[in-house]
């Protein structure tokens, strides 16, 4: 049986990833192209779909000369059907969803108390 595979951006939490680690799960680092972290988030297709990616606003949100925007992000995940979970704080998801208005069903706002019972859930 193949495992399934939990991308993750630089600076997600390692207790999180140890965590998923010890439930069965692999954790493969992504690249948002800038930080150079991992397997670039658009070279990501069926051959090597992701089950979940995990991360932070700031990993996928881009300056306007950046190659990478946050809508290849987007479009990866809806493409490929992966949820995409970004660790932010409750109190500030209706900012999140004003800076990024456009995001598609499969990306999640994440509080930080919900960063391993939430992601256990999808990959159950």
């Known amino acids: 049986m193949t495992r ?3 991308g993750y951006f630089e600076g997600t939490d390692s207790t999180l990833l140890t ?10 680092p992504v690249s948002n192209g800038s930080d150079k972290h991992g ?3 658009t070279r990501i297709n069926h051959q090597n779909r992701h089950d979940l990616l995990v991360g ?6 881009a ?6 925007q946050v809508q ?19 109190q500030l998801h209706e900012h999140a969803r004003a800076l ?9 706002f994440l509080d930080p108390a919900d960063t391993l019972a939430r992601p256990r859930e999808i990959l159950a």
């Open 100 to 108: 990024i208005p456009d995001a598609p069903s499969v990306v999640e």
């Open 4 to 6: 399934k595979k939990v």
């Open 19 to 28: 965590n998923l680690v010890l439930d069965g799960y692999d954790t493969v």
């Open 63 to 68: 300056q306007e000369e950046d190659e990478l």
């Open 72 to 90: 290849d992000v987007f479009h990866i995940c809806r493409t490929y059907d992966i949820p995409l979970l970004l660790e932010i704080p409750t």
């Open 56 to 61: 932070y606003l700031h990993k996928v949100t």
């Open 39 to 41: 397997l670039g988030i």
